[in-house]
């Protein structure tokens, strides 16, 4: 970036009484992460890359059963309800639930699960592991904010601009703070898979470990102080729609708005061919309707200068739907066709609801602060430091 719009990047956070006296607001130190939540495991090897590990079966009042040494290995198995500790080939132990903790100040475990055979990931911290259906459940107990750096990785990838990871730093802790009872009866706080936020394992990458110590302990609050929903997807084609119109409730901090940033980014425009009749078929059957000669020529010359929310006049027939069942990559599209073929061709990528990604990084990149591209995407907000305790 030039020196002239780093010269004009003023970081802004206001700091509301509200979040000073609001005892409400604080953020957990350490948060339990599931992590391989999308695979079965049934064996698993574990090698620390940096400290040294204790492993206790159960609770850590009980004498650690084993330690593992930097560039040490063990093997977990599971084996019915219980998990089978293995260090070179020999079974050192049989027990319920596997506790392992660094012992040093900087600990890294690397973990590759052996069946089924998946790409390995490093993690930083702790982890628990017990056996649920038959499967290891492994879940990473982590510092917050390394949580945070390793959401920013795995949601927008590296080479972007400092304020971006800024801004995403700063949605994937409200995201946290906000959610973090979301898988409580499975006694964890969150998954690793995009149901709650991707997180496939630690950052070593400094520019995202930077952003994360730059707005560190910063959330985005709504008007009643309470953190907000901080959606958001990967480019929205030109206009970000309102909540209630994807979802049941209209909040009024996911507003839509007018963004020109994105449009020549990769998301931007897209083209998707499927026959006539599948659409007409489906529109048909699903609606349980008959559609007229006009009816039809309305639905194959349907064409979205700015967003609308349904392909018929009548507004029966949700966009949303013919997104999800024809897998678009957006509900902003506009319908040509071509002999029996009809040609979608749309505009952005992903529910457009929030932050459009590609958005806020092309903003980032024109200098503008993390707080105005924040403001700009999410309404009636205000940015809030809290509880910065935790600090290394
Ligand atoms: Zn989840
Ligand atoms: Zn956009």
Redesign the pocket.
């Given at each position: 970036m030039n020196n002239f719009y780093r010269f004009i990047i003023i970081v802004i956070i206001s700091f509301p009484l509200i979040a000073k006296g609001n005892t409400n607001l604080s953020l957990p130190s350490k948060i339990d992460i599931?992590i391989f939540?999308g695979s079965e495991i049934n064996e698993i090897n574990l090698t620390s890359l940096e400290g040294r590990y204790l492993i206790y079966s159960d609770n850590e009042t009980n004498e650690p059963l084993l330690s593992v040494r930097k560039f040490a290995s063990i093997k977990l198995r599971a084996k019915d309800s219980k998990i089978l500790i293995i260090r070179r080939d020999t079974i050192i132990q049989e027990v319920s639930k596997v506790l392992i903790l660094g012992g040093a100040f900087n600990n890294i475990m690397l973990l590759n699960p052996i069946e089924p055979d998946l790409a390995f990931r490093m993690y930083d911290d702790d982890f628990v592991i017990t056996v649920a259906d038959g499967k290891l459940k492994i879940i990473n107990i982590v510092a917050l904010e390394k949580y945070i750096a390793g959401v920013v990785q795995s949601e927008s990838g590296f080479l972007r601009h400092a304020v971006y990871y800024q801004v995403q730093a700063t949605i994937a802790r409200t995201y946290a703070f906000k959610?973090i009872n979301?898988?409580e009866a499975q006694g964890h706080n969150?998954?690793?898979?995009v149901?709650?936020q991707a997180y496939y394992g630690r950052t070593g990458y400094n520019p995202i470990i930077e952003a994360v110590n730059d707005s560190r302990g910063t959330i985005i609050i709504d008007n009643n102080s309470q953190p907000v929903n901080t959606v958001y997807h990967a480019n929205c084609g030109g206009e970000t729609i309102n909540s209630e119109d994807i979802w049941p409730q209209a909040l009024p901090y996911l507003r839509s708005v007018k963004d020109t940033f994105c449009l020549n980014s990769p998301g931007a425009r897209w083209e998707m061919k499927i026959s006539i009749n599948d659409l007409l078929r489906f529109v048909e059957s699903t609606y349980k309707i008959k559609l007229s000669a006009s009816e039809k020529n309305h639905i194959l010359t349907f064409t979205q200068d700015n967003r609308k929310l349904h392909l018929d006049e009548n507004k029966k027939i949700h966009l949303r739907q013919i997104r999800e069942n024809f897998k678009l990559r957006s509900t902003f599209f506009s319908i040509t066709t071509e002999n029996d073929t009809i040609i979608f061709r749309g505009r952005g990528f992903g529910h457009g609801v929030g932050l459009c990604q590609e958005g806020a990084m092309k903003m980032a990149q024109y200098g503008f602060s993390k707080e105005y591209i924040i403001k700009y995407y999410y309404k009636n907000i205000e940015l809030v430091v809290i509880d910065d305790f935790f600090a290394n």
């Open positions: 599931r939540s959610n979301r898988h969150l998954c690793d898979q149901h709650c």
